[in-house]
């Protein structure tokens, strides 16, 4: 095997395994601090095994050379058990006389010693990183004017490739490390960003049932026994939903579903019953045009509750003086419409009004219309709207009919 053929081969054998490493800590970026370090630690272990192992086809000289950039790695990722050890296998299975032996123990002794020193001082400009290449390759070639004159001419390409190849895996390993540590601030924000999300989306839900109570309240009179009869029940009804609400949030997470078979009607007249205070308030003509039948889904009746409700209360917002909820069925679906003559809504805020945060309105959180997609979404529905500046809106749901 001749000088190149060497080079290249040992280039290989160190570098594999660090390559591999890196991909790995890339492609799993969820990765702890405590295994990446173990990985590492068998990373150097194996390049070293790898070398060793090829060694009948590597000049001794080139093999003690070669084993230093993997001292090096040990050093810069500050692994001073695996270095030591790194450095007992290179003296012992490369160097090849008694002389070379007593050279490198001196050598790897005034490392370690500058070694301490950077881990005291690395806070200062002190670069052990270049000081290491400096300091390795002026002893290699020290080494081979005593003792390997005939390695002259070649020991300068040595030096080279091993300058280029340390300068080379160190790139990668800081590029890696900081690709993942990137990732995973990303992540952080990510969370944060949920949090934040989840935190909006209570803020907004709330406010439904607590105006709804708000209503009531205002509409009670205490000296009527009817108002207590009809209103505290419905109240306390919306305080469970309230508490409801708080409890799925609570969990920075998507609010579990619970499903069962229900009648869409008695979800509606429920919904229609809660909502005409808001519409009295508002002095707004709300008619209601169901089907006289029953429409069994398999749905989660409080969240559908909370999407009609808010889809009403935009109604109400919009300034419609008339709004209309209407159901229609066909042989598969049914559909559930909700119309109104309010002020509508521009093409380009229809586009848009699906995002979350977006909204138009000055004290509005933009999530309104996204959470009531969410739910209908997990229901195998469809939730459309139609509208047009100065005429009205209408949102269009469709959900699945349960077959028996």
Request: charge should be neutral; glycine fraction near 4%.
């Amino acid at each position: 095997m001749n000088v190149f053929e060497m080079l290249i081969l040992s280039l290989i054998l160190i570098s594999y395994p660090l390559l591999i490493y890196i991909l790995y800590i890339v492609a799993n970026k969820n990765i702890s601090k405590e295994e990446k370090g173990s990985l590492f630690d068998f990373v150097l272990i194996s390049s070293s095994f790898l070398v060793l192992h090829y060694s009948q086809y590597f000049e001794k000289v080139l093999l003690t050379f070669f084993l230093g950039g993997i001292v090096f790695l040990a050093l810069f990722k500050k692994k001073l058990l695996i270095s030591l050890l790194l450095e007992s296998i290179c003296i012992v299975s490369s160097v090849p006389d008694y002389q070379s032996v007593l050279y490198f123990l001196g050598f790897y002794l005034v490392l370690n010693l500058l070694y301490f020193f950077y881990l005291k001082y690395q806070n200062t400009r002190f670069s052990f990183f270049q000081t290491y290449l400096f300091l390795y390759s002026s002893s290699f070639f020290l080494w081979v004017i005593l003792f390997y004159q005939s390695y002259v001419p070649f020991s300068f390409l040595y030096i080279a490739v091993f300058v280029v190849l340390m300068n080379l895996l160190r790139l990668l390993l800081v590029q890696g490390e900081k690709m993942m540590k990137n990732h995973l601030e990303f992540q952080e924000l990510q969370k944060e960003k949920q949090i934040r999300l989840s935190l909006f989306k209570i803020t907004h839900e709330i406010k439904n049932p607590v105006a709804v109570c708000k209503a009531y309240l205002d509409m009670f009179d205490v000296e009527n026994p009817e108002h207590a009869k009809k209103y505290v029940p419905i109240m306390k009804e919306e305080i469970e939903r309230l508490l409801l609400l708080l409890q799925d949030f609570l969990l920075v997470n998507k609010a579990n579903m619970k499903y069962e078979v229900m009648d869409v009607n008695m979800l509606l007249e429920d919904v229609s019953k809660k909502i005409k205070p808001l519409m009295d308030e508002n002095h707004i003509q709300f008619l209601v045009d169901t089907i006289d039948d029953e429409l069994l889904i398999n749905g989660d009746y409080n969240r559908l509750n909370q999407v009609m409700v808010n889809i009403l209360k935009n109604s109400v917002e919009a300034n419609a003086k008339k709004i209309t909820l209407k159901t229609h069925l066909t042989s598969k679906v049914l559909e559930v419409y909700v119309t109104d003559n309010g002020e509508g809504i521009s093409q380009e805020v229809l586009k848009r009004m699906r995002e979350p945060f977006y909204t138009t309105k000055p004290r509005g959180t933009g999530l309104g219309v996204s959470l009531s997609n969410e739910i209908i979404d997990a229901h195998s529905g469809k939730m459309e709207y139609s509208s047009k500046i100065g005429t009205g809106t209408s949102v269009k749901i469709t959900l699945p009919l349960y077959i028996l």
